[in-house]
């Protein structure tokens, strides 16, 4: 499977800063995915970055809060703008790698632990 | 709207015995479920899957049942270990042939020594 290297593990940030995440995978990938963990809540996507297109945003998020860049099939980053304690949650971001006869691969990187004060 | 549901938040049971957790969801086009473990400040671990082409996946320890009428998938970890005290999570997707995952809201497992 992928392995994802996820940074920043963790940061405290100042409200109406923004702070950008990154997300690179040794191999190469059609599709990454960007989800929130809020606290004591389940995963919920944000969004589906694809490579030469623009982001797909699920409903309650909206680009101007969380912009995502996806340069290359490796590589991409979500920044959450304008901060505020609501922001505070786990991001993580996730690759689906097709092994065939409807096996899909779906690993996650360790994620970001957000503190917004 | 929750699809996906997982209606028990948190499960103790001694080592050594048969844990099972339960999870439901709501869309019928769903085609493929994934079980997650995941632990404290670290993202989710994979830890087996299943197409809806079949009802029964065994991987060690680990075996997951699918029942498509019912709407209804189970975890069986068995024997039960300490290190297997997590949050689990399932996940469902393909709706409409998306490949994104849809969470439940996990439960606790918790094993006894």
């Known amino acids: 499977s992928a392995v994802i290297s996820q940074k920043p593990s963790r940061d405290i940030c100042q409200r109406g800063t923004s702070l950008t995440i990154q997300c690179q995978v040794d191999s190469q990938v059609t599709m990454m995915f960007w989800y929130r963990q809020q606290p004591g809540q389940s995963l919920t996507l944000i969004a589906t970055a694809n490579q030469g297109s623009e982001a797909t945003y699920e409903s309650g998020f909206v680009i101007d809060k969380f912009p995502i860049s996806r340069p290359n099939l490796t590589f991409s980053t979500l920044t959450v703008s304008n901060m505020s304690p609501e922001d505070s949650s786990i991001y993580l971001c996730?690759?689906?790698?097709?092994?065939?006869?409807?096996?899909?691969?779906?690993?996650f990187g360790s994620g970001t632990r957000l503190t917004v004060v | 709207d929750q699809q996906v549901k997982q209606n028990s938040p948190s499960l103790s049971v001694q080592e050594g015995r048969i844990s099972i957790l339960n999870c439901d969801y709501t869309n019928s086009m769903f085609d493929y479920f994934l079980w997650y473990k995941k632990y404290p400040a670290e993202g989710p671990t994979f830890l087996i899957s299943i197409s809806s082409i079949k009802d029964k996946n065994e991987d060690g320890r680990f075996t997951v049942f699918l029942n498509k009428s019912a709407k209804h998938l189970s975890l069986h970890i068995v024997p039960s270990q300490p290190g297997d005290s997590a949050v689990y999570f399932c996940?469902?997707?393909?709706?409409?042939?998306?490949?994104?995952?849809?969470f439940g809201q996990g439960t606790r497992l918790t094993i006894n020594p």
């Open positions: 996730s690759v689906v790698m097709d092994r065939g006869e409807a096996n899909y691969g779906y690993t």
């Open positions: 996940a469902a997707s393909g709706d409409q042939g998306a490949q994104k995952l849809v």
